[in-house]
């Protein structure tokens, strides 16, 4: 988790992660901020987000993000 939390931090430092559980469906986090989060979550945990899985209900807080990564890592 701490690693989910430094790239968060350096790419949207203004948000309060561990206090969001509605980041896509209240529009904290827009296209772009997700676009750079799979990114530094591809390259940090060494998995593929696919496109299917980029969805508001696994990008609305740092607990769906997290089971996002687990899931795909056990793929």
Known sequence: MQKLI????DICPEIDL?????LVD????DSL?????????NETFDVSVPPEEITPENFNSSASIMALI????DN
């Open 33 to 41: 901020d997700i676009v750079a989060l799979v990114t530094e979550i």
């Open 70 to 73: 687990e899931r795909l890592r």
């Open 6 to 9: 430094k790239i968060f931090n």
């Open 18 to 22: 561990s206090s969001s559980e509605r």
């Open 26 to 29: 209240d529009g904290i986090l």
